[in-house]
């Protein structure tokens, strides 16, 4: 069993650059890296690099192609729900 947190496979999936926000009114930023094992990430903040303490506390993560995702799908304990 593996002791990662994230599906690298499914965040690798998205295409790139993604951005990320903690809120639905908050605004998007760059996201730099994640470490797939702890969810510690870290973010593009006017240039800056700012390290945040886990992507649990964000919302969403938005694709190259525009496309919004919920965190939780990432989540390697996020089991994938059956198509109708």
Known sequence: MSNEL???DKINSLP???MIREFSSDPWYELIEIDVQTGVHSID???MRQVN???SSCGQIKDDHGEVHDIEIFFTDCEAQPND
Do not use: D, K, R, Y
Request: hydrophobic share 50%.
């Open 45 to 47: 903040v006017c240039g």
């Open 53 to 55: 303490f886990h992507l």
């Open 16 to 18: 790139h650059p993604l």
């Open 6 to 8: 994230l599906s690298i």
